[in-house]
């Protein structure tokens, strides 16, 4: 079964970046589209970033301007670079990617900022 593998996770000091990346540990065709979620405890899990096929990108009003979504070289590779990271930004990042009827999440990276 094909699984997401997330990296690049870490803690980070307020202002600091990170970039993770997420590739899935098989093939998977004709991915639509390819997004990060992040969730904190007590929270629901919510949408970060997402980016289509046609490369069409969408973002939270709360990273709109720090954080970037790209697909990699790399055939169905994503990354997030985030930037001017705050400690609100702390939570369980996972990586998303949808060929529909189908969906695969990843397991998550912890991305922490210490104010």
């Known amino acids: 079964q094909v699984q997401l593998v997330e990296s690049g996770g870490g803690l980070v000091k307020s202002g600091g970046s990170l970039r993770l990346s997420c590739a899935p540990s098989g093939s998977i065709f004709s991915i639509n589209t390819m997004a990060w979620h992040r969730q904190v405890p007590g929270k629901q899990r919510e949408l970060v970033a997402r980016i289509t096929s046609g490369s069409s990108t969408y973002y939270a009003d709360s990273v709109k301007g720090r954080f970037t979504i790209s697909r990699g070289n790399a055939k169905n590779t994503v990354y997030l670079q985030m930037n001017s990271l705050k400690a609100e930004d702390t939570a369980v990042y996972y990586c998303?990617?949808?060929?529909?009827?189908?969906?695969?999440w990843g397991r998550g990276t912890q991305v922490t900022v210490s104010s």
């Open positions: 998303f990617m949808e060929n529909p009827p189908y969906a695969y």
